[in-house]
């Protein structure tokens, strides 16, 4: 259950880092809506993180934490930003996922 939670407060992170580069893009009331979307998408995240520190290693936790949103992020700057998806982008953020799943399949 915690490692379920662990990718949710993942992808709460990549959430927080779209809703962020939206207000920027924005102006106005709709950049102050995503800006609340992001402090609520950071309190969440943040919150599930310590959630599961209390049994899984806080190493291993943050590591796969900061992996998740940032090879999410990446994505989501390739997809919704249309920032470039080079080679060796793309063969970077593959590594960080291998790393993300070897952590898990070494973890207790």
Known sequence: MNWFLLIIAGLFEMSFALCLGKANQTE???????????????????????????SLPIGTAYAVWTGIGAAGTVLLGIFVFKE????????????????????????H
């Open 28 to 54: 106005g009331i709709i950049s102050k809506l995503w800006f609340g979307a992001f402090l609520l998408c950071l309190v969440f995240s943040m919150s599930l993180l310590i959630k599961v520190t209390k």
């Open 84 to 107: 470039p998806a080079s080679f060796w982008r793309l063969f970077f953020i593959t590594t960080l996922i291998g790393s993300i799943i070897g952590l898990k399949l070494v973890s």
